[in-house]
């Protein structure tokens, strides 16, 4: 993974955040659904808790009870202000840095192991992947609300000729 296609990966991210977003505020009710506003709440709460392991300053955990959907909504667009100005300040030599997340020993029964080193470019692409699978639980909660949800895949964005994220505003 070089840093172009990092860059691209992260555009489509935000893209995809932002409809997901645009969807679940265009239905009321959303708003008082409390599995919509953890899976969101979770989703940009790891990605947060991410770039402070990449920034080497401490890890912001998650709220144990999801706050509501503004407030998650304005944490996730300064996410992605804070992302820029990160991706921004890397170079191709920092991907391969070494970069162990502070949970990954957590994981030790499970794997059967200690986890292995990660890069930054691997954590870097696997907070894309996980924000994906999170959306699509998202989307699925969102069809179950009665909300049409908006098309996010990486070769829909592709299609459209990557376009900017059109982020609602929290009011709508």
Known sequence: MNLEDLKGLFAHMEWADAQVWTAALSNAGAADDAALRAKLSHTHGVQRAFICVWQKVTVVRPPADPPDLAVTLAAARAYYR????FVSSLGEEDL???TVMPWAGGFAEYLGR?????????TMTQVAMHSTYHRGQVNTRLRELGVEPALTDYIGWLWFGRPAPGWPDASS
């Not at 804070?82 to 100005?85: E, F, G, H, P, T």
């Not at 200690?114 to 691997?122: D, G, N, W």
Request: charged share 30%; hydrophobic share 40%; aromatic share 0%.
């Open 96 to 98: 391969a840095r070494p």
């Open 82 to 85: 804070d992302l820029a100005r």
């Open 114 to 122: 200690e986890p292995s080193v990660t890069t930054l470019a691997e």
